[in-house]
């Protein structure tokens, strides 16, 4: 049976904001593309089983997560560290230096980040796709928005 | 950031900077591949199996890492050419790009003052200010990275009477150093100084105080015999040996001498985009092309860099070359180095040849040379500590000129 047509179909209607998402997660184009068109091809694959019995959209997005944390943590990616100019003539704090702060959180913390300011998941739902206690949820939200702070508090500082 | 509310919005605002790619096309290739793929893999766990402890195998350019599906993913990433434009093309460490323009230099002088550089003077020379204590500039040296020595061009000289005094922007031609100075009287009204000394060294000379309307100084440059600057409403020039100054240019500010374009520095300007770029010597005028959705566009003779939909944008001043920045973000307000290169967050893109080079930075902060023209140098630490005792410096006027 051929079941082309109705995955092209999905592929086009949500493609867009599967693409955000992954511009959210990952911070950089190149992932988010390769993010997005990895779970596609994994979806595109067992499309026949995921439409019959579950939400083909969130089975996108859980896979995307966890290919980000997974292969951040194999690739050791080179932009860990974001540099953030010394040089108090960047005095412009608005959306790209919160941009910048986010690109320096491990990625499971910015995961969580992601879930629960922008996928607006309850906290018991980010502990099932990321596959981790709710416990766990909570504390690394609770160290990455302290990260952000204190990276805020440091820059106005100097 | 303050709530989780701007957070939020922030997140949304970045989704709104996402590409635009055709998903379908890549999806497919991707299925098509992944099924060769499951095919070799029966080979390659075969080989696995004889192997007994191989965990890593590469094969014609795939990595299987034995993670199973994951690991297919990272290889995919690794093994597909997207259609990049060049901007896209991924950094490679700065040591290995411009292995001739990387140096390590001690971050103290001999009086244990704290190095700021400034910019470079030549490929192996970096003008530097020292500082005793936060933004107060003791000296200003000159670091020769074959000898590895620095050597004192002169005691930053201060003004008895003003309060508030503060060795500002200041500016080489390779001959003369002048930089300007803030300062107030005991009134509370704005005094500004603009000083120069030979590079090879001597005393400073105050070429003169702007008080009042002309106190609003916001950059300087050498040019020949004069030194050159530019306020809020135009630039200024005035003879080295002395004299008065008089107005070259009205609306007008310096980015590095000869060239001027028609932003000021300064609060509400950095979304917008520069128009044209004005040679101050011939009154030659080049009308910039701005790409579709540009922002915060800023340029020099030939390239411009700035945002388009939050993602960095490089162009020529024609409109011509147009390309996506692979840095998501890109600080506003910086005009290209030599007309050559753009600053990424830990990053650096010439665009003479298309190639990024990354910055592998230790810690957690790189700074950014203080010239009044676009610096040619960055730094950072050599090791984790906000204090290092070294910094490891890129000067871009030592990268070779593009083939």
């Known amino acids: 049976m051929d079941h082309t047509a109705d995955f092209d179909e999905f592929v086009r209607a949500r493609g867009d904001a599967l693409l955000r998402y992954g511009y959210v997660l990952s911070g950089n184009m190149e992932d988010a593309a390769d993010l997005v068109q990895e779970a596609l091809a994994r979806l595109g694959d067992a499309w026949p089983r995921v439409r019959r019995k579950d939400d083909p959209e969130g089975y996108v997005r859980t896979t995307m997560v966890r290919l980000h944390i997974n292969a951040w943590r194999r690739r050791h990616r080179e932009d860990l560290v974001a540099a953030v100019p010394e040089n108090g003539r960047f005095d412009r704090y608005d959306d790209a230096d919160l941009w910048a702060e986010l690109r320096q959180l491990p990625p499971r913390q910015r995961a969580v980040l992601v879930l629960r300011y922008y996928e607006d998941l309850p906290d018991d739902r980010i502990a099932e796709v990321l596959g981790v206690s709710r416990g766990t949820v909570r504390s690394q939200a609770a160290r990455a928005l302290d990260k952000l702070r204190i990276a805020r508090v440091l820059q106005e500082a100097r | 950031m303050t709530t989780e509310d701007e957070l939020a919005r922030a997140l949304r605002q970045l989704a709104e900077a996402a590409p635009e790619i055709d998903l379908l096309a890549g999806v497919r290739e991707r299925r098509r591949r992944r099924t060769r793929r499951r095919a070799q893999a029966v080979a390659v766990a075969a080989v696995i199996a004889v192997a007994g402890t191989s965990t890593t195998l590469t094969r014609g350019g795939v990595l299987a890492t034995g993670g199973g599906h994951d690991a297919a993913a990272t290889a995919s990433a690794v093994e597909e050419p997207r259609a990049a434009k060049p901007a896209d093309t991924p950094a490679r460490p700065v040591d290995e790009v411009w292995p001739q323009a990387v140096f390590t230099m001690p971050a103290r002088n001999a009086d244990g003052w704290k190095y700021r550089p400034i910019t470079g003077i030549s490929a192996t020379e970096v003008l530097l200010s020292a500082e005793p204590s936060f933004e107060k500039a003791g000296a200003l040296e000159v670091y020769d990275t074959v000898t590895r020595k620095a050597r004192v061009v002169t005691r930053m000289p201060s003004t008895p009477g003003l309060k508030e005094y503060i060795h500002q922007t200041a500016t080489t031609d390779g001959k003369s150093v002048a930089w300007f100075t803030y300062g107030e009287r005991q009134d509370g ?11 090879s060294g001597g005393e400073p ?31 200024w020039r005035l003879p080295l040996a002395g004299g008065e100054e008089t107005k070259l240019a009205d609306g007008l500010h310096v980015i590095a001498w000869p060239w001027a374009g028609d932003l000021a ?41 700035g945002r388009q939909r939050h993602a960095g944008l490089v162009q ?61 140098i960055l730094y950072w630490g050599t090791t984790r500590s906000g204090k290092p005792h070294e910094y490891r410096v890129l000067n871009l006027a030592a990268v070779p000129a593009a083939q």
Do not use: K
Request: with cysteine; aromatic share 6%.
């Open chain 2, 189 to 199: 009204s704005m005094v500004r100084e603009i000083w120069t000394v030979p590079l």
């Open chain 2, 265 to 305: 520095e300064g609060p509400g300007t950095a979304d917008a985009n520069q128009t044209r770029v004005v040679n101050l010597e011939t009154g030659e005028i080049r009308r910039i092309a701005a790409a579709p959705g540009a922002e915060g566009l800023r340029c020099g003779v030939t390239w411009c860099s």
């Open chain 2, 205 to 235: 000379r105050l070429l003169v105080t702007l008080t009042g309307e002309r106190a609003r100084i916001a950059t300087i440059a050498l040019a020949g015999e004069h030194v050159v600057w530019s306020d809020e409403r135009a630039v």
């Open chain 2, 316 to 376: 020529r001043v024609d409109g011509s070359g147009q390309a996506a920045f692979r840095e998501a973000m890109t600080p506003p307000d910086a005009y290209p180095v030599l007309d050559r290169f753009v600053r990424g967050r830990g990053e650096v893109y010439d665009t003479a040849t298309g190639v990024s080079a990354r910055v592998d930075n230790p810690g957690t902060w790189s700074g950014v040379g203080v010239s009044a023209e676009p610096s040619t």
